[in-house]
């Protein structure tokens, strides 16, 4: 069945250091992929989507480029801030349902 | 106003009791769903519905039922709590006229089973 990877955590930064977060996918045909973030004590928010290959997902200085070769969707940002201290979860559509990954906790220190 | 609501935020039972949480939504979507959070596990479906009349097992349905009162309510019943059940538990919805089909997600009710 589709399923969703996504590197373990927690991964620690400076403030306005680079980060990425890596995401694989399997899954049958081209579904849409999506980041949604989860700040402290919160439900989860739709950080970025793309419906298709070589689309690039944006919002907030996040990025993340739907790659069908690599089946990948891999998180970035250039500079962090603390406020990005949150869990990231990577997600695929299938059948109408989000699978979603374990997620990534991502602490950002001043 | 938040428009996915979710009672309550916490709670705590004993063993064998029966709960129900409670889903809420002002967007006027007709799909709606429960997940449970563990660490480590991310989301696991529980239940879903794409209208009132429409109810689908998830994931991992054993130990739970649920009612679609109406469009805009969706609740899940625990009939017999067991520890292993403690968790925190989402309702989400999604409007199926969008593209693709992203859903918006309730603050959660933290649920613990002693």
């Known amino acids: 069945g589709d399923s969703v990877t996504q590197m373990e955590g927690p991964v620690t930064l400076s403030e306005e250091a680079f980060l990425t977060i890596n995401c694989t996918y399997t899954?049958?045909?081209?579904?849409?992929l999506f980041w949604y973030v989860q700040y402290p004590g919160e439900g989860l928010q739709l950080l970025l989507k793309?419906?298709?290959?070589?689309d690039k997902g944006s919002n907030k200085g996040f990025e993340a480029t739907y790659r069908k070769e690599t089946t990948s969707f891999h998180l970035e940002k250039g500079s962090v801030q603390v406020s990005d201290s949150a869990v990231y979860f990577c997600?695929?559509?299938?059948?109408?349902?989000?699978?979603f990954g374990s997620g990534t906790r991502l602490l950002v220190r001043p | 106003d938040a428009d996915v609501t979710q009672t309550p935020r916490n709670r705590i039972t004993k063993t064998g009791k029966r709960i129900m949480l409670e889903c809420s939504q002002t967007?006027?979507?007709?799909?709606m769903y429960w997940y449970r959070q563990d660490p480590g596990l991310g989301l696991r479906l529980i239940y879903y519905?794409?209208?009132?009349?429409?109810?689908n097992k998830g994931e991992i349905s054993d130990g739970y039922s649920v009612s679609r009162q109406a469009q805009a309510k969706f609740s899940l019943s625990l009939e017999s709590a067991i520890p292993n059940q403690t968790a925190l538990y989402f309702c989400?919805?999604?409007?199926?006229?969008?593209?693709?089909?992203?859903?918006?997600f309730g603050p959660g009710t933290r649920l613990t089973v002693t």
């Open positions: 989400a919805t999604s409007d199926p006229t969008g593209n693709p089909y992203e859903q918006y």
């Open positions: 899954a049958t045909g081209y579904p849409s």
């Open positions: 793309a419906t298709k290959a070589d």
């Open positions: 997600a695929l559509d299938s059948s109408y349902k989000l699978i």
């Open positions: 967007k006027g979507h007709d799909r």
């Open positions: 519905s794409f209208d009132v009349k429409d109810i």
